[in-house]
């Protein structure tokens, strides 16, 4: 079992930047791929971003590429999501995921199997 509790959220002006956090706790953690997801008012979850175990691979959701940076310290058991030049459409939930497997990076909320309880991230225009 995976514990992940996410922090960083916030209200921020468009253009801005936030760094996003997720402390996981349980079991191992430097085993687990981990990615970010989110969820705005009446839509789908959709994926963000994935890194693996290693931290040696990475991917993007097209809409946050060249923006978003997704990254690990297994030493703290975190993973962070660097979001820079935010835009008003970037507003919503984001969610923490863990993988059970360490092989390959997930895309979709079905890969993943453990989940934090959400940051919000309000981008004003």
């Known amino acids: 079992q995976v514990q992940l509790v996410e922090s960083g959220g916030g209200l921020v002006q468009a253009g801005g930047s936030l760094r996003l956090s997720c402390a996981a706790s349980g079991r191992t953690f430097s085993s687990n791929a981990m990615g970010w997801f989110r969820q705005a008012p009446g839509k789908e979850r959709e994926f963000v971003a994935a890194?693996?175990?290693?931290?040696?691979?990475?991917y993007y959701a097209d809409s946050v590429k060249g923006r978003f940076t997704i990254s690990r310290d297994n030493a703290k058991n975190t993973v962070y999501l660097q979001m820079n030049s935010l835009k008003p459409e970037d507003t919503a939930v984001y969610y923490c995921?863990?993988?059970?497997?360490?092989?390959?990076?997930?895309?979709?909320?079905?890969?993943?199997?453990?989940w934090g309880q959400g940051t919000q991230v309000t981008v004003s225009s």
């Open positions: 995921a863990a993988r059970r497997t360490f092989v390959g990076l997930g895309v979709t909320p079905n890969q993943y199997d453990y």
């Open positions: 890194i693996s175990w290693h931290g040696g691979s990475t």
